[in-house]
């Protein structure tokens, strides 16, 4: 599966801003979706996961209350949606897959599918 993320972009500290990652195959329903990003100089972190139909949801602690992940399975997308934002949430941020796994994991080692990567960007 081919997964397209754009969204990205430069946002004051305290905003907001929508992610959106589009996949080519229209068996988007069979895989488990996850967000990830990578600041540099540092290791791919996870940040959010979605289950297969988007009843589950899973969160890394420092961005639960503020990014919201959903899913649109007619349109073959997964959402992000980043409230509250702060600089720390500067990076680049990819989406991925993982093919038939009831509980997306946190490790990004676990997923077979990445996207090309957006980059957002917090000014303080």
């Known amino acids: 599966v081919q997964l397209q993320a754009s969204g990205g972009g430069l946002v004051q500290a305290g905003g907001s801003l929508g992610l959106s990652c589009t996949a080519s195959?229209?068996?988007?329903?069979?895989?488990?979706m996850g967000w990830f990003r990578q600041a540099p100089g540092k290791e791919r972190e996870f940040v959010a996961a979605?289950?297969?139909?988007?009843?589950?949801?899973y969160y890394a602690d420092s961005v639960k209350g503020r990014f919201t992940i959903s899913r649109d399975n007619f349109r073959n997308t997964v959402y992000l949606q980043m409230n509250s934002l702060k600089p720390e949430d500067t990076a680049v941020y990819y989406c991925a897959a993982r093919r038939f796994i009831a509980t997306p994991p946190r490790n990004p080692y676990e997923y077979n599918y990445w996207g090309q990567g957006t980059q957002v960007t917090v000014s303080s």
């Open positions: 195959e229209r068996t988007f329903s069979h895989y488990g």
């Open positions: 979605i289950s297969l139909n988007g009843g589950s949801t």
